[in-house]
C-alpha cells in the first residue's frame, strides 16, 4: 500500500486549484484529446480531464487508490501507470501534458527534465503543456537582525566554537518568506522560461538586474520568487508565489557578504546567474555593485 | 559537501539541550571513559564528551564539516566515522552510548534497532546509555470537528468522488499536536522501555488502559505521546512531549471508528497493542470498551 499522504490534496489547495481550475473552466481544450498527466497520484486531475472531455488520458505515476478511484467515478478512458514517463513506452502521441513541474527557483525540487523528456518525444506539435511559463522575479530586502542572529549562533554552539562554519551557512540559501514591511526595493523580472520551446540549457542562466530602492535603509540581500502561467486557457490563469506569501513553493533569499546602506531613489545593480545541473543541484551566483561597492556571493541549493 | 542543514542545530535547541545538559552537567560520568556518539553529525556532542573528561570518543555518522571543527576546538581524542555502527568494527568496548534514537510512538522514524545492536556488541556491563528510558502516555480527546472535516473532504475533491478514500484515511494515525481543551480525560502511562536491558520483542506490546472522563463531551479517539528520560545523570533529566506542546516529535492521534458520548466520571476501557516491525513500519491496534459499546481499529505507520 502506498503512502497515503493525502495532505497533499487535503491541505495544498493553493498548490491544486489553480489545475482544477485550468482544466474544468477550459472543456473546449480537452474535447477529444488525448491527456498525459505527469504526475497522476490518486488520479484526480486525470479523472477531470476525462470528464472535460478527454478522449483518452495517460496517468503516469499512479498511486494504489488511482485504480478504485477511476472505478468509483465510472471512467473508462484513463490509463493508470505506476511508473513514470521515461519508464514506459506511449504508442501514440498526445496533445496536453499536465504536470506541476515547479519546484524553488522554478525547478529546483520539481520535475522540469521529465516535462521536456515528455514534451520532445510525446507532444504533438500543436500541443500545449499545463501550465507552460515561468518567472523569477527579484527584490531587496533588509534582514540584519536574522542574518546577524543565525551568524552569531555559530560563535559558541553551546559552548563548542563553530565560527568556522559560517562560510558554509553564508553559501546556503534561504528557503524562507518575509515580512512585508522588509522589502525595500521594486520588483524585478529577472527570467522568463516557455516550456513550449525551452531546452534543458535554458534553464540555466546570466541576467542583470537594477532594482530602484524605496527607502532609506539597509540591504542585507534579494529574494527571489516565482510566478507560473496557464497561457493556453481562455483566460490565463498567473500563479504568484510571491516574497511573502508562498503557501508552498518558497522563496529563496540570497545574503550579500556585507549588507549595504542605501538611500531612496539608489539604483542596486547586479547579476543573478543560476546553473541548472539537475532538479536537486542549482548553482546560483550573485553579483551587486553600488557606487564603489561590488560582492559576489556564490550559492548551492543541493 | 553534505547538505548542511544546519537548522538541526539552529532550530531544535528543545531536542539538544538535554543531551547537551545531560552532558556538560555529568563531568563525572565522562571522567576517563569511553564513548559512542552514534549520529555524531558536525560533532557538537562528541566535542562535549571529550571536553567533559572522556578518555576516547567514537562519533558515527560524522557530516563533512565535523573534521575541521573537532580541529578548531582542539580536541584530539574524537575519532570521526561516517559510517553507521553497524558499518565499521570498534576494537574496544565503550563505557557510555549517547544517541537521540527516539522517534514518533517512541521507535517510528527512530534509530532504535541501532541502539540495541551497539549495546549488545559493545557496550560494557556497568556502561549505560543517554537516554536510556521511554515511556508512553495515552489520553482520550475531542476532536469531532477537525475529523468531520477532514473525513467529509473526500465526499467530493473538487468535483471527484473519493468516498472509497475514507477507509484508509481512518487507518492512518494523524501526526498532531492539538489544543489543551480538546483533552477530556486524565493521562495513562500505556508503556515504558528501558534501553539498558529491553530486546527487539519488547518494543512491540499490548496493554489495557483505563482513562477517567473529565467531563460530559465526545470522545473522538485517543492521543499517544511520550516521554524520554536520562537517569544515570546526576538529577535525572525528563524530556516530555506532551500532547499539546511537543516541538520536535509530535504525538499520534488515533480516532475511533465513532465518537463516544462520554460523562464526568465514565471509565472508558480498553488496549493498545503496538507491533513494532522496523523504524518504518508500526501496526497499532486500539480497542475501546464503554458500556455496551465495543470498537476496534487498527492503524498503520509507514
Not at 560563535?155 to 528557503?175: D, F, R, T
Amino acid at each position: 500500500m502506498d503512502n497515503l499522504n493525502d495532505e497533499e490534496i487535503f491541505n495544498d489547495r493553493d498548490r491544486i486549484e489553480p489545475f482544477v481550475k485550468a482544466i474544468t473552466r477550459n472543456k473546449h481544450l480537452f474535447k477529444d484529446k488525448v491527456v498525459l498527466d505527469l504526475n497522476s497520484g490518486m488520479g484526480l486531475l486525470s479523472v477531470l480531464a476525462s470528464q472535460s472531455g478527454a478522449k483518452q488520458v495517460y496517468a503516469m505515476k499512479a498511486n494504489c487508490y488511482a485504480t478504485e478511484i477511476i472505478k468509483q467515478n465510472n471512467i473508462q478512458n484513463v490509463t493508470l501507470k505506476k511508473e513514470n514517463i521515461k519508464e514506459v513506452e506511449l504508442n501514440c502521441k498526445v496533445d496536453i501534458i499536465i504536470s506541476a513541474w515547479m519546484g524553488n527557483m522554478l525547478f529546483y525540487g520539481g520535475s522540469i527534465q521529465e516535462v521536456i523528456y515528455a514534451r520532445d518525444k510525446y507532444l504533438n506539435k500543436d500541443g500545449f503543456i499545463m501550465p507552460d511559463r515561468g518567472q523569477l522575479y527579484l527584490q531587496s530586502i533588509e534582514d540584519t537582525q536574522y542574518r546577524d542572529q543565525k551568524m552569531n549562533f555559530w560563535n559558541s554552539v553551546y559552548g563548542v566554537n563553530m565560527k568556522w562554519m559560517k562560510q558554509w551557512v553564508a553559501k546556503e540559501p534561504l528557503i524562507e518568506s518575509i515580512k512585508d514591511d522588509q522589502l525595500n526595493s521594486d520588483e524585478q523580472l529577472i527570467y522568463e522560461v516557455n516550456l513550449q520551446t525551452c531546452k534543458l540549457e535554458d534553464l540555466s542562466f546570466s541576467n542583470q538586474y537594477q532594482l530602484k530602492i524605496k527607502r532609506q535603509d539597509y540591504v542585507t540581500g534579494v529574494i527571489v520568487w516565482m510566478k507560473y502561467s496557464f497561457t493556453y486557457t481562455h483566460l490565463p490563469i498567473h500563479v504568484i508565489m510571491g516574497p511573502t506569501k508562498s503557501p508552498f513553493w518558497k522563496p529563496v533569499i540570497l545574503y550579500f557578504r556585507e549588507e549595504l546602506p542605501v538611500n531612496k531613489g539608489d539604483k542596486l545593480q547586479g547579476s543573478l546567474a543560476v546553473k541548472f545541473e539537475s532538479e536537486e543541484l542549482l548553482h546560483i551566483k550573485l553579483s551587486v555593485h553600488l557606487q564603489q561597492q561590488n560582492y559576489i556571493s556564490y550559492f548551492k541549493l543541493n
